[in-house]
């Protein structure tokens, strides 16, 4: 069964560094999508992309956040520099298409910023 | 602004009892309400999803009970079993775009 996959699946990294996180979605959908779950919480709409551009992002994907596919099958998710608030559990998922359609998930990256 | 709000927190079962979970919502435009269930170290994964225009839909142990005018809906787990021991996430979308996700509920089922 196709499925999303991330690396790497633990990243630590201090505080005010760059990390990048990546991703590859199931190789016929469209849609690409980060989330965010800082431990304990509730999972958190980061960005959307289709057709190699931002269809929607939430507010905390601010400035010091960037996404790219930089080729048919990556997908990553750049913080340009890192604070301790960013640490949580990213997840990439990518559906096939966007209405009403199942969004898969991978089994995320704990990112860790000390 | 919380989007979607989710109870309880946590639950304990009996193994064949049945689990309840619940949501409510606030933005009318939202209109494809999906389930997820995270096992720990998993990223969530699809269990059922419900669109407004049914009030209840089935698949196996699992049932989503839909109120369009109270603006909630749940999560039925009929004959629950110790394997079904995991987190429960509600959402909502209106584009089918962002997913708004409920807080979560950790569900324990004790044989």
């Known amino acids: 069964e196709p499925e999303v996959t991330q690396t790497p699946s633990h990243q630590v990294t201090q505080m005010g560094q760059e990390v990048i996180l990546r991703c590859v979605p199931i190789s016929n959908h469209l849609y690409f999508y980060w989330y965010r779950q800082i431990l304990g919480q509730k999972v958190e709409f980061l960005v959307s992309?289709?057709?190699?551009?931002?269809?929607?992002k939430s507010e905390i994907f601010d400035d010091q956040f960037s996404v790219e596919r930089p080729d048919g099958s990556n997908f990553t998710l750049k913080i340009r520099s890192t604070k301790l608030e960013d640490s949580a559990m990213y997840f990439c998922?990518?559906?096939?298409?966007?209405?009403?359609?199942?969004?898969?998930f991978g089994p995320g990256t704990r990112l860790t910023v000390l | 602004q919380q989007q979607v709000k989710q109870s309880p927190q946590s639950l304990i079962v009996q193994k064949g009892g049945i689990s309840i979970i619940n949501c409510a919502y606030e933005?009318?435009?939202?209109?494809?309400f999906p389930w997820y269930q995270q096992f720990p170290g998993k990223g969530p994964a699809l269990l059922i999803a419900i669109r407004p225009d049914v009030s209840e839909k089935k698949e196996g142990r699992f049932t989503i009970s839909f109120n369009k005018s109270a603006k909630q809906f749940s999560l039925h787990i009929m004959d629950s079993q110790p394997g079904d021991s995991a987190t429960y996430f509600c959402?909502?979308?209106?584009?089918?775009?962002?997913?708004?996700f409920g807080t979560g509920t950790s569900l324990t089922v004790i044989p």
């Open positions: 959402a909502a979308s209106d584009t089918g775009n962002q997913f708004y």
């Open positions: 933005n009318t435009a939202f209109d494809y």
């Open positions: 992309f289709y057709n190699n551009e931002i269809s929607e």
């Open positions: 998922a990518s559906s096939l298409q966007l209405s009403y359609n199942e969004q898969f």
